[in-house]
């Protein structure tokens, strides 16, 4: 998968967390409405813009920074029931340090009003797909909000069990438990139904069944959001691209490479980028068709985002005949554009006369065509150590 689609699909993952624990008590947190803090006062009651004074104490005993939490989530310190010393020990047991304690309560102050029984049963959840308590701990410390959205705890566990049952490896359960969390609430019974929209979606267009179960595993591994869609989306999606005129092989060259996006993609958003495309590149629905194969993100992308790229190669030089020619350059944000362009033409590398292959492909492959450029372009026009053919 490219670099653009890749983190178009991690800014979606993060979009996608779900609400965390209190977390209406914020709307009492807001920079605007911050009072000064020599006007808190401490107080063992919950009143209104009063600190819980037992609370400040044992998060200081653990070294917390108090004034991150009063800048960012204040609402936390005025709960008058919290669980400081007892989220700690959990945390310690695990193997944390007091510095990855303190971290976790800084970034994720809400871990102490979420029940200790709660925390220890998502504990033993997490625990079905880590290897070992040290590496639970370090997924703790990096996410720690999604460990302590403590809900649906049961759910959870039925969806853990059902993905292990599937086939998808437990580091990959681990990622989705990190970043796609909003899976994990749904009812089991609903992804059931959504993974077989998928296994029938794929066969129906002519993928078979021995190739089915490894497509399904990549899908889900690469974007787990496609089980928060409906059935019904997917079959219009489908149905749309086939009245384009898009054969059931091309639709499976189709879901080969953009995996799951394609069923994130509406009918209306399919149109105006097909439209947008055809207009600026000046070709026939066939020669649009294969411009589509090739680059998979002529359909991903908005309208904007493809008019915004364009713009941006047509600046550094290059011709709309080149980006035809070589259209997954589109996939490519202009900063990378702008960055790769820079390195190659410091070699005497002109994109502009040449093909735009080695601008081309994620940041692992331009790395290898560059350095290959880079050898070529220091290598002696000789041999110095072979031998010299001399006539005696």
Not at 125 to 148: D, G, H, M, R
Not at 204 to 222: F, I
Request: hydrophobic fraction near 40%.
């Amino acid at each position: 998968m490219s670099q653009g689609i890749t983190g178009m699909l991690w800014k979606l993952l993060l979009r996608s967390q779900p609400c965390r624990l209190s977390s209406f008590r914020k709307a009492q947190s807001t920079p605007g409405n911050r009072p000064f803090l020599a006007r808190f006062t401490y107080t063992t009651d919950r009143q209104s813009n009063t600190e819980n004074k037992r609370t400040v104490e044992k998060l200081c005993k653990f070294s917390v920074d108090i004034r991150k939490i009063r800048r960012l989530k204040e609402w936390v310190l005025l709960e008058d029931k919290t669980y400081v010393e007892e989220i700690a020990n959990i945390l310690q047991e695990l193997g944390a340090n007091e510095t990855v304690i303190a971290s976790i309560l800084e970034r994720c102050p809400e871990a102490i009003i979420c029940s200790p029984t709660a925390v220890n049963t998502q504990k033993n959840l997490w625990q079905l797909v880590c290897k070992n308590e040290e590496e639970l701990i370090k997924l703790i410390e990096q996410f720690p909000e999604s460990f302590f959205t403590v809900k649906d705890q049961e759910m959870q566990k039925f969806n853990v069990q059902f993905f292990q049952e599937l086939g998808l490896k437990n580091v990959v359960i681990s990622r989705f438990l990190t970043t796609a969390s909003p899976v994990f609430h749904n009812p089991v019974e609903k992804n059931k139904q959504m993974i077989q929209i998928l296994q029938e979606s794929y066969l129906n267009v002519g993928g078979s069944e021995a190739n089915m179960k490894v497509w399904l595993l990549k899908l889900l591994s690469q974007n787990p959001f496609i089980l928060l869609n409906s059935p019904e989306a997917v079959k219009e999606t489908l149905e749309f691209l086939q009245e384009l005129g898009f054969t059931n092989s091309e639709i499976l060259q189709l879901l080969s490479k953009l995996k799951g996006f394609l069923f994130q993609l509406c009918p209306g958003s399919i149109q105006d980028s097909i439209s947008f495309s055809k207009n600026t590149f000046k070709c026939t629905e066939h020669g649009l068709k294969q411009l589509v194969l090739k680059c998979p993100a002529l359909l991903y992308y908005s309208a904007p985002v493809l008019e915004e790229r364009i713009q941006g190669l047509l600046k550094e030089g290059i011709s709309l005949a080149q980006i035809r020619e070589t259209p997954m350059v589109l996939e490519l944000t202009p900063q990378i554009v702008q960055y790769r362009i820079k390195k190659l033409n410091a070699l005497g590398y002109k994109i502009k006369d040449g093909h735009l292959a080695n601008l081309n492909g994620t940041k692992k492959e331009f790395e290898s065509n560059f350095g290959k450029i880079q050898a070529k372009k220091g290598r002696p026009l000789f041999n110095p150590v072979a031998p010299l053919n001399v006539e005696e």
